[in-house]
């Protein structure tokens, strides 16, 4: 596949992109710093220059592909105007992107706990803007599947995970989310469902059959 994933220089990408390429697919990642394109060519990946609040139509970046992955976010350095930028406007730009080119499916790499928001003024506008993304994508009509992981270590992956519709808040290591990815894109099945994914004893390589099996 010819796959697009926007946040092309993020920790999760980062992890992903390798993996995606050892899989055969042809791995896109768009990023604003053009110091970051050496980084994703290391990995694999072919770099692609743009700046996701700069532009209104991101299209062109975009361009053809068979499956686009929104990785990006605003990050927890930044206020509250970039949460609505990045992690909803920029999400936003990806679903009108994919449905100009003809990109049929989307994964949204969102957040667990968006619909009991918590913690500071700043957080609660970034699950706000994560559940508006997720939202305007269950509404694109596009083959979705959305990625709902619990707080994000920079631990070594530990190759179990526990992903379900629902489950309690915990955590994840990045490069164990970016596994689980890998496999969720090999599944088209996995299209219009929505799963929490936090660390748990079920190996990666299995999790996509077993959340699949808990939807009927
Ligand atoms: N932190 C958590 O505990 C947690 C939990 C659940 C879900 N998530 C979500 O998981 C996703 C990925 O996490 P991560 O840790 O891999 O993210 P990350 O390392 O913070 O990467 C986000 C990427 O987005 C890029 N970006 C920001 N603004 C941009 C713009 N205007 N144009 C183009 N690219 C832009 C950043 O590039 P620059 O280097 O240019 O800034 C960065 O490479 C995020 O959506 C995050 O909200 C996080």
């Known amino acids: ?8 220089h993020g920790k999760i990408a980062m992890h992903l992109h390798p993996v995606l390429v050892k899989n055969g697919h042809h791995v896109r990642g768009i990023i604003r710093k053009p110091e970051q394109a050496k980084d994703l060519q290391e990995a694999g990946a072919e770099p692609v220059i743009c700046d996701i609040e700069q532009e209104d139509d991101i299209s062109k970046a975009v361009g053809n592909a068979d499956l686009v992955v ?11 105007e970039r949460k609505w930028t990045v992690d909803r406007d920029g999400a936003v730009k990806l679903i009108d992107a994919a449905k100009q080119n003809a990109i ?13 928001p918590r913690g500071n003024e700043v957080f609660r506008v970034y699950q706000k803007a994560k559940a508006e993304a997720d ?18 270590t920079d631990q070594h992956g530990t190759g179990k995970v526990s992903l379900a519709p629902h489950l309690d808040r ?10 689980l990815l890998a496999e969720v894109i090999e599944e088209p099945e996995m299209s219009g469902l929505t799963f929490d994914l936090v660390s748990g004893n079920t190996p990666i390589e299995d999790a996509v059959r077993v959340a699949l099996s808990l939807t009927g």
């Open 104 to 116: 049929k499916r989307y994964i949204m790499i969102s957040a667990m706990g968006l619909d009991k």
């Open 70 to 80: 929104f990785a990006a976010g605003a990050g927890p350095g930044s206020g509250a």
């Open 135 to 152: 939202e305007a994508l269950r509404k694109s009509g596009l083959d979705y599947t959305i990625i709902k992981p619990g707080r994000l």
């Open 170 to 179: 915990g955590e994840i290591p990045r490069e164990d989310v970016a596994h």
């Open 1 to 8: 596949m010819d796959i697009c994933i926007v946040g092309g």
